[in-house]
């Protein structure tokens, strides 16, 4: 049995920062950060960009080197999940059936990928890209020879990954159910922009399209993907990206509140006394959604929520109000979206979408409430104090983008 001030449960980008600003601001106490992989915490963004394209070595995915870890006196204890916590004793089993009673808990353990529920889903040859291991093992299929890949789900996973296959120069087809990719994320013209792109890059895009099962060969190595309306795509590389289920059981077996993930208030408390959640399983209110209740899946959300709690245990209570931001790579387009855009906002396309340097402003209530910029870093950097300070611009000045977005603050 030990005791730690704080333990952190995930150590990743979440739990990793949690770590890193607790010790900034002068916190000493002893904080461990238990995790159920097997590596220092590392940026996971890179993991369908160029990770996966072999351009980026695993030391340089390592989000500070071992040594800082250890100097700052930051217990890392890999490859021990915890599986359930006692609120009342603030206590917490890890998987190797030790404890740590804790004071405060900072659970940041982000989501597992969604399964594909149909047969054939453990087939050799069908992954999903959440972990360092998940990419390691598509790489070695991709060393040992791949015919053809599959992506199951046409959100920004699934296309960064398609973007890397391409650029190996393998025949990619990507499965989407809905109408459109992207769209949880963003709005039709974008989606419009990247499924021209991929097909202009020789992606076999297929929108609309139910998968039924995954086909095998004797083996078990995956050879097909069955679609519902009865057509067939011959697959021997599958990824499968629709999604994460966010990672919460033990923190709800102990009676933390939640339905999407475990639900946080502006400090990111959950309803356990000492008992916070950030990242990609904390579902808030967020002020830039209009208060509405969502989980956020970015570096982002996940690191501002870690100084929220960092200051709020240190004795600063500042709530979580800071504006969302992502970004994606795919091929040679750098995708910045600051801003949170629902289906119901005005937008406005800035530029010219065919010189693959634009941007789509989302207007609410006539208040610039996000932007998505293609190749277009000024616009996002300026676009940000535009939706920050609330803004109401012409909607002809918007739309040109000879007129510096900062002029029209
Ligand atoms: P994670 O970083 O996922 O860390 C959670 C950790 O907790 C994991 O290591 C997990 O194994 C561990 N864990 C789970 N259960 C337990 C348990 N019971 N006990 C102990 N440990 C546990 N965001 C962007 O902003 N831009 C991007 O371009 C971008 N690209 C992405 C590409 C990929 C392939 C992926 C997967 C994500 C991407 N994201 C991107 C999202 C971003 O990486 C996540 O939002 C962020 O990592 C969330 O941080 P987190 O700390 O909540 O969770």
Redesign the pocket.
């Known amino acids: 049995m030990s005791f730690a001030d704080v333990l952190i ?7 990793a920062q949690a770590a890193l600003a607790l010790r900034q601001r002068g916190f000493e106490g002893r904080i461990v950060i ?4 097997g590596y220092q915490p590392y940026e ?2 890179p ?2 960009k160029d990770y996966l394209a072999g351009a980026r070595p695993l030391e340089k995915m390592y989000i500070r080197p071992e040594s800082f870890w250890s100097d700052r006196k930051v217990e890392i204890r890999t490859r021990t ?3 359930a916590i006692a609120p009342q004793l603030r206590s917490a089993e890890l998987s190797d059936g030790s404890r740590i009673d804790y004071h405060s808990l900072i659970w ?4 597992d990928p969604r399964r594909l529920p149909c047969s054939g889903a453990d087939l050799n040859g069908v992954h999903s ?3 360092l291991g998940d990419v390691d093992r598509i790489r070695a299929q991709l060393d040992g020879g791949v015919k053809r890949v599959a992506v199951i789900g046409g959100g ?2 699934g296309l ?1 990954a398609a973007a890397v296959f391409r650029s190996l120069g393998l025949p990619v087809t990507v499965i989407e159910r809905l109408d459109r990719v992207l769209s949880r994320v963003t709005g039709e013209a974008l989606s419009g922009f990247y499924e021209a792109e991929h097909r202009r890059q020789g992606v076999d895009l297929l929108l609309g399209h139910e998968v039924d099962a995954l086909l095998g060969d004797e083996d078990g190595q995956v050879r097909a993907v069955s679609l519902a309306d009865g057509g067939e795509i011959e697959a021997d590389l599958v990824i499968v990206g629709i999604g994460i289920v966010p ?1 919460v059981g ?1 923190l709800l077996a102990a009676g933390a509140a939640g339905t999407n993930g475990v639900d946080v208030d502006e400090l990111c408390r959950t309803s356990l006394d000492d008992t916070y959640a ?4 904390a579902a808030h209110a967020n002020p830039y959604a209009d208060n509405a209740v969502i989980r956020l ?6 690191t501002d929520m870690a100084n929220t709690v960092a200051k709020h245990i240190t004795g600063e209570r500042e709530p979580y109000n800071t504006i969302p931001w ?3 790579n795919q091929y040679d387009l750098r995708l910045q979206t600051v801003g949170f855009s629902t289906e119901d906002d005005e937008v406005v396309v800035r530029g010219d979408p065919d010189s693959r340097s634009f941007s789509i402003v989302y207007l609410r209530e006539g208040r610039v409430a996000a932007l998505d910029c293609v190749n277009m870093t000024r616009d996002y950097a300026q676009g940000r104090r535009l939706i920050e300070a609330r803004s109401e611009p012409d909607r002809d000045a918007l739309a040109d983008p000879e007129v510096a977005l900062k002029s029209l603050l």
């Open positions: 449960v995930g150590g990743g980008h979440g739990g238990a995790t159920r992989e996971r963004p993991l369908s999940p915890v599986v940041a353990a982000g989501g890209i959440r972990t920004y996973i960064e990672a033990p950030i990242g990609d399983c899946e970015s570096v982002q959300n996940a992502f970004w994606s």
